[in-house]
Every structure is written in C-alpha cells, then in structure tokens.
C-alpha cells in the first residue's frame, strides 16, 4: 500500500505561482511513476503532468512551459511547481501513484487551487 498527502494549493492571482507537494508513505519502493492530476467543476479528471521512476517526464499541452514536475527522492516527495497561473487552472489537483500497468493506483485527498482573474 502506499498512503500520498497533498499540500500547497490555495487562491491566487492570475499570473501567479504555487507549489504543491505530495508526500508519499508506505511501500513506496514499488512506485514507478508519479503524476498530477487535476479536475475543475463539470470536467473529466485530466493529466497534468508525471515524472516516472527513471527521471522522464511529460505534461499536459495546456501547462507546458509554465508547470514543472519533479521529486525529492530523499524526501519521497513529488512537487508540482506551478507558474503564470491562469483562470482555467482552478481545480483540485491530485496527486498519484503508479506501481504496475499504465493504471495509477493510488491517490491523496487532493488540494484546491484557485486561480482568480
């Protein structure tokens, strides 16, 4: 089993920056990757962006350029680095695990960003 917890998200002006984190605990050796998501009222549940156990990422075309993913193996921690923050940014952002497959098969509570115009 692996337990992940989300923190940093909150409101902000469009055009700003947040850091979310995600700390994950547990059997976290079996990770092989671990992504972002992020779903806003009314809409599917989307990829923002995923960093795999090897160090590849790739992100979602809407944040390209203006989010960055990346880890603290030392802390088992996965940050999301999110900057020029627009409107349609707002929604909860998950943080995911991935240990087999192409499925991610655990997740955090998630966090709300709000980005305001």
């Known amino acids: 089993q692996v337990q992940l917890g989300e923190s940093g998200g909150g409101l902000v002006q469009a055009g700003g920056s947040l850091r979310l984190s995600c700390a994950a605990s547990?059997?976290?050796?079996?990770?092989?990757?671990m992504g972002w998501y992020r779903q806003a009222p009314g809409k599917q549940r989307e990829l923002v962006a995923a960093?795999?156990?090897?160090?590849?990422?790739n992100y979602a075309d809407s944040v390209k350029g203006r989010f960055t993913i990346s880890r603290d193996n030392a802390k088992n921690t996965v940050y999301l680095q999110m900057n020029s923050l627009k409107p349609e940014d707002t929604a909860v952002y998950y943080c995911?695990?991935?240990?087999?497959?192409?499925?991610?098969?655990?997740w955090g509570q998630g966090t709300q960003v709000t980005v305001s115009s």
């Open positions: 547990g059997s976290i050796f079996s990770i092989n990757a």
């Open positions: 995911a695990a991935r240990v087999a497959g192409a499925k991610y098969d655990y």
């Open positions: 960093i795999t156990s090897g160090g590849s990422t």
